[in-house]
């Protein structure tokens, strides 16, 4: 068993939070994103057709490209743009650009699971917008959609290692800092696969905690 | 002036005139059925009753309230004062049958919760669901199911109910326990408005009759006798397994005969 010094464990500490951070920004700047995203793709008449294109064609491209490939775009383009953004800043943005097309698809699908006749006898019962999205579509939608998004954002989680590309200090590049000080590597990333797993089980017991609150009514 | 009188409803896809120049009239308490073959705009006449359906022309007198039913709006209106029973019920699958139908007096016409699951449990027991009003719609049978969506449209106490297909899913006992479900809300004022191609539940229960093919009104006939006499009614209905002539189990010719 190895012993960790105040030092090491101070930047094992520091790097779980930076990890969380990433996760937790990212992770957020993608349900907002998506939202919107999924917003446009489902809205209506001529006027939106240009948003709604963008939107799908948005979608379809951001899924498509590897997540350290979008983190080098926006890494080096807001650096020549002389836009003085800190690399966190950046790797959230990253993430949050790609989760926001990856939630958007999730969340659409989620949506259309809903019966077409439900929503009509919605239209019918003369529920207004929010009680439609209340009481009819959105929790039917949510419980397909909730088990997969938490699966998604697990595996975000994870891909916030890709982060120390550009020189963030998270989780697993802290524990490349700590074998190459000399402490066993075998242990030290053993380590930071428990820490992963205290920072992802958390969610999977919330997205179970959702369902059931969801099915309950 | 009729109590309910459609007029002139035209509806487009595309190119393709679905319904043209489409219309009927009907009084108070009257059951008007709609019957023609398949793809002749039965439906697609139902749903613009309920704005469902966009129109590109047509108005709906109610009670002396002209709607225009292509106009920005006119759904809301139109949904204030019917209600419809789907073919395929849409009730909503993640709530019990008694939430599905306190849900719209509760949220859309503010009455309490106790009033209307109060009421809710008086129609469940009337159409011999009292048992199931805890039961989520994937645990009734077909028939079960059509008879919620049926108690469902009466809660919110409509002018006008419409109903697609409202026997398709029933067995004989229960098409009879419906119709006279219907006779007896007809009775009570309320206006009925059906589409079916169940010519015995047609000939048993209506007070008009409207014939639709390829999208327009092709010959309209008020009570049965009325109905017989016109020769495309008579057809239709003879060529679909009925007499329009025969006995009459559960209605009357109508209200006003």
Sequence with gaps: MIAFSHYDMALLLHAMLRTIVLSLGGGCLGIVGAVLLTALRLSAGRALLPLRALAVAYVQTIRRVPFIVTLYILFFCTGMAGVDVSATGVAICSIG??????????????????????????????????????YVIGPQAMSAVIPPAVGYLVLFIKDTALASQIGVVELSQAGVILSSRGLPSAQVFCAVLLV???????????SRLLEKRIAVH | MPYIDVRDVCVRHGKNETL?????????GEIVSFIGPSGSGKTTLL????GLQPVVRGSMTV????????????????????????????LFGHMSVLRNLTLAPTVVAKRTRTEAENEARGLLERLGLGDKADALPADLSGGQKQRVAIARALMLRPSLLLLDEPTSALDPRKVHEVSVLLRDLARDGMTVVQVSHAMSVVSSLSDRIVLLEEGRVRAVGKGLREAAQEPDIAAFMNAHGSDPGAGLPVGQLGPQQ
């Design chain 2, 20 to 28: 043209g120049e489409a219309g009927f009239v009907a009084e108070r």
């Design chain 1, 196 to 206: 992963y797993f205290v920072i992802s089980y958390p969610l999977t017991c919330l």
């Design chain 2, 63 to 90: 009670d002396g309230r002209v709607v225009d039913m292509s106009a920005a709006g006119a759904a809301k209106i139109l949904r204030d004062q019917s209600a419809i029973v789907f073919q395929q019920f849409g």
């Design chain 2, 47 to 50: 749903r613009t009753l309920i």
């Design chain 1, 97 to 134: 650009l790609i989760a926001a097309g990856y939630l958007c698809e999730i969340l659409h699908g989620g949506i259309n699971t809903v019966p077409v006749e439900q929503v009509e006898a919605a239209l019918a019962l003369n529920l207004p917008t929010w009680a439609r999205w209340r």
